[in-house]
């Protein structure tokens, strides 16, 4: 699709493919010397259109200016300004196209002031803007908050809070120091000087620019990373030592220079603090470590029906915690989570793609315990090792049903900040001048806001006369958290009142109780509106939320390879959400084949930020990692023959053909030799493989969009379960399928041209006798070229296997669960599962609705099991040599070489025994049961109980009961 809106030109084209995807088309201005950015959001309608693509136009950037005064903007090098009323927003759309960043800088509607340094608007990020007033250099700060939405990037410009500045430059020395921004090569910073035992409210004067700080005090010049958690070596000034660190309080990061070492000691938990942690002893509190052999989670439906089996081994968790540290370590050995659908053409879900890589996932974290400002982790890591994925369609929308079936409720709560204690927070009422009249007598609500915006529960106050101040009791303080507290007399607008820090380390029990002074009660005055979210008041006390500082944070490289297949056409799944795409996509299209996706790691060094913020930055991270692996997911399509595999299967033949040999060169002559042969095997192995992966993806592909234009749902329906159960293991039975395959196509295509019209009349009348003469005829011409394509297709997917004859394929950790017929769910019988499991599998799933009753392994090999319907007798390749109905058995008896059973069909008579003596009567008993409950379920069919004979006598005729003829 291109695009073009009023005095632009056509865009480049752009894909409107990827659905639930976001993106950004750029329309050259007609003026040649600007672009216009639009956001595009790619989803699907719903209700009666859930099957049409909506494409979205949005603004690519929305400015709003929540400050109480008019805000001028500017793109960084362009000389058009816009104007913010307060309160207003508006779109943000049109740029110079020079190639630079896309920057924008902000001033006051006011003569005195200067545009503020630029920053950027890709960037989501919640920093401090500097406006300057001259000619007395007074700094305005205005908070923006960078966050998106869709596909719109939002910039929220807002008043700062004076009680959490961004940065805070303490002098606690005798001597003054000067300070400014490291000055970049293009761009004036300003510099300020800060006089002896003094503070100063700080941020950058160049946003976009490296956050570092220079300093000189006297001859001594240095740099500084204000964003990092840091002590300094000290300094020698005036003959005494000077002390330089950078800690946190609250969301405000300082910088202070002092003479007092015992501050720098409290405050800090960097490399002095470091120094004093070693020389001190550690005393550790406590100390856990618990190592599981193996964990098995079974997931169960509401049919009920097992789903999944998540498979944990060799599970180790440790956590310890001293007056230092706090350390917490997860490894899991092996995991796997099997698909346990008995049909599944994937029954293992997820698991190591390299099964000899251990551990599968490895986490640690290291949290230092002496800074009580914020979370200060000196090390935090995940790695999980490469994981391959395979799932079918049928499982995906079972895992669907299975979800609208849950509870959710109690977890679609916005759970944001500490828990709020439900305890009964108490307030009065004081006139502190008299004759005080600030607010009239009535009924007032009170609530607070804790970081990082959950709300306390609210509190009814009745005033029988006019107050000024109110006095909180019972306010259960939270050491390093703050508190805003607001106001209404409706319970629907709240104004905030005052703000309450409780400081780490301090006596706060007398804060328990606390007296504010009430600003002046004003009908005018600026109300948050207290929708279901309260988002206006969260907003502000996420100014204030907890902040965090990873010295080292990494997460390792994502490696996954994803297979997914579309193999239903099941009617009872039509308001899937994954039935729509595949109507969207179809069966042919839809199908990935090992696709390779590769995200790359995170790792940030000296970071600080809050929670959310982390959040937004791992999002953002994988998102944009995600959107760079698409064209692997379309290279692995089957309809394309998936050439990235090919690619990556030559690759590996290729690599490894010079990497063996050359390996063993360093070692030996003859491990050259070897290293030769083993690269000269893998080169022929992987390449035969991926050459024939290509061509048996295309043909199956051709094969599956000939079928369907056969009309025929019986055909197609019958190929799809043909492909799932028959999958050729080497040539032999890729030719063996393949000729099948070309033989039902020769002969589904000559009889259908009378079977068809049958079955059009059958069902429609003379409608659908018309319509099966179109369908015969169509078929006569399709379905034998659809069984040369399954000729092809089966023989080369033979072909491909042969190389992987040998490899070992990952088979479920245990069978599915068994579940009685009267659904009740007892532990795990891996015996009875075993049963149940060949049962439903026998035959291509011909006796899946047969309920299972007892299976028992006979002396000869076989397997003898019975169900509610009948009794059974199979190989131990899992072939049927008999299978009889309970009505078609006269006589059962227990003599010495086991249980005789006698028909009144083939095979007549049969002598089965288990291995156990006591299993056999186990057996015996269980058919006899079998049997009676049979013909209790069925009164009509004529029967007569008879005396159980003598054990030891193989001739007796004794039986639980004897038909009558």
Not at 8 to 27: A, C, E, H, R, Y
Not at 641 to 654: D, E, H, M, Q, S
Request: aromatic fraction near 10%.
């Amino acid at each position: 699709m291109i695009a073009r809106t009023e005095h632009t030109k056509w865009s480049k084209s752009f894909s409107i493919d990827s659905t639930g995807t976001n993106g950004v088309v750029v329309l050259p201005h007609e003026d040649g010397k600007h672009v216009v950015e639009l956001g595009v959001a790619l989803h699907l309608a719903r209700g009666e259109y859930r099957l049409t693509k909506m494409i979205e136009f949005h603004p690519r950037f929305m400015v709003f200016n929540e400050c109480s005064h008019v805000i001028l903007a500017k793109q960084s090098g362009s000389e058009e300004v816009f104007r913010l009323e307060p309160g207003q927003g508006r779109p943000f759309y049109k740029f110079i196209n020079n190639g630079t960043p896309k920057q924008l800088s902000i001033n006051l509607d006011n003569k005195a002031c200067v545009w503020s340094g630029p920053f950027s608007l890709e960037q989501l990020d919640d920093f401090a803007v500097k406006i300057l007033e001259e000619p007395n250099k007074t700094a305005f700060l205005i908070r923006t908050v960078v966050t998106q939405k869709d596909a719109t990037v939002v910039i929220k410009f807002s008043k700062q809070p004076e009680e959490i500045p961004p940065y805070l430059i303490e002098n606690d020395t005798d001597i003054p120091f000067k300070f400014c921004q490291k000055k970049p090569k293009n761009g004036a910073v300003m510099v300020q000087t800060l006089e002896a035992r003094k503070k100063a409210v700080y941020t950058w004067d160049l946003p976009s620019e490296p956050h570092i700080l220079e300093v000189q005090m006297g001859n001594y010049k240095e740099e500084f990373k204000l964003d990092a958690i840091e002590s300094y070596d000290p300094i020698k000034m005036n003959g005494k030592l000077i002390y330089i660190y950078t800690h946190a309080q609250a969301a405000s990061k300082i910088f202070c220079m002092t003479e007092n070492k015992s501050k720098l000691l409290d405050e800090t938990t960097s490399a002095e603090s470091e120094e004093k942690a070693k020389q001190a002893t550690e005393i550790v509190k406590f100390d856990f470590k618990v190592r599981i052999k193996a964990l098995g989670l079974s997931i169960i439906d509401s049919d009920p029906k097992e789903l999944l089996y998540v498979w944990a081994e060799d599970l180790r968790v440790s956590f310890s915690e001293s007056n230092l540290t706090q350390n917490a370590e997860i490894i899991l050995n092996t995991f796997q989570v099997d698909n346990q659908m008995i049909t599944t053409p994937f029954p293992v879900l997820l698991s190591q793609t390299d099964e000899e890589s251990h551990p599968f996932a490895h986490f640690s974290v290291v949290k230092s315990m002496e800074n009580l400002t914020l979370d200060y982790f000196t090390y935090f890591a995940l790695r999980v090792q490469e994981i391959t994925v395979a799932v079918d369609d049928t499982f995906i929308q079972e895992c669907i049903k299975f979800g609208k079936n849950l509870p959710l409720a109690p977890f679609t709560h916005k759970n944001l900040g500490p828990p709020i204690p439900h305890y009964g927070m108490t307030i009065t009422s004081t006139c502190l001048e008299e004759g005080c009249k600030s607010y009239p007598a009535g009924t007032y609500f009170f609530t607070y806001c804790l970081y990082p915006g959950k709300m306390a529960p609210i509190t009814r106050f009745n005033a029988r006369e006019p107050f000024s101040s109110i006095t909180f009791t019972n306010l259960k303080p939270m050491e390093g958290y703050t508190k805003f507290f607001f106001m209404s007399k409706d319970d629907e607008k709240y104004y905030r009142i005052d703000t309450l820090y409780y400081e780490s380390g301090k006596n706060n029990d007398v804060l328990q109780r606390y007296t504010t002074s009430l600003p002046e009660y004003d009908e005018s005055a600026q109300f948050y509106p207290f929708d279901g979210n309260r988002e206006t008041i969260e907003d502000t006390a996420a100014v204030n939320a907890r902040q965090m500082f990873f010295k080292v944070f990494e997460l390792n490289p994502i490696a996954l390879n994803a297979t997914f297949m579309i193999s239903s056409n099941d009617n009872k799944y039509t308001d899937s959400p994954l039935r729509i795409v595949q109507h969207l996509l179809g069966t042919t299209l839809g199908n990935l084949d090992n696709a390779p996706l590769r995200l790359n790691a995170l790792i940030m060094e000296d970071a600080f930020l809050k929670q959310d913020e982390l959040v937004a930055r791992m999002i953002s991270h994988y998102k944009r990692q995600a959107f760079t692996e698409i064209y692997v997911v379309l290279g692995s399509a089957d309809f394309l023959g998936n050439p990235v595999g090919l690619f990556n299967n030559v690759g590996t033949g290729v690599k490894d053909f010079f990497f063996e040999p050359a390996q063993g060169l360093v070692k030996s002559p003859q491990a050259f030799g070897l290293g030769l042969a083993k690269g000269s095997v893998s080169l022929a192995k992987h390449t035969t493989y991926g050459l024939f992966n290509t061509v048996s993806k295309i043909t199956g592909t051709a094969g599956k969009g000939l079928a369907a234009l056969s009309l025929d749902d019986d055909y197609v329906r019958r190929r799809q379960k043909d492909a799932i159960k028959e999958k050729p293991q080497h040539i032999g039975e890729g030719l063996m399928y393949g000729a099948k395959g070309l033989g039902v196509g020769l002969f589904d295509g000559v009889t259908g041209l009378v079977t068809q019209p049958v079955k059009g009349a059958q069902k429609e009348g003379i409608f659908g006798f018309a319509k099966g003469i179109g369908k015969g005829i169509i078929g006569v011409g399709l379905k034998p070229v659809v069984g040369v394509t399954d000729l092809v297709t089966k023989t080369t997917e033979g072909i491909r296997n042969t190389t992987t004859i040998f490899d070992k394929d990952k088979t479920r950790r245990r069978p599915p669960r068994f579940i009685e017929a009267n659904k009740a769910i007892s532990g795990y019988s891996d015996r009875e599962s075993q049963g149940v499991y060949l049962l439903k599998t026998m035959k291509d799933g011909k006796y899946k609705d047969e309920k299972y009753v007892f299976h028992e392994e006979i002396e000869d090999g076989k397997m003898a099991i019975i169900t509610e319907n009948a009794l059974f007798m199979v190989e131990s390749n899992g072939r049927i040599d008999w299978m009889v109905s309970h009505k078609h058995i006269i006589e059962i008896d227990l003599a010495k070489q086991g249980i005789v059973i006698k028909f009144d069909k083939e095979p007549e008579i049969a002598i089965i025994a288990s291995h156990d003596k006591d299993r056999t009567l186990v057996l015996y008993t269980k058919l006899g049961a079998c049997i009676k409950s049979w013909y209790e379920r069925h009164p009509n069919e004529q029967k007569k109980p008879s005396a159980p004979g003598k054990e030891g006598s193989a001739d007796s005729t004794a039986s639980p009961f004897v038909p009558k003829k």
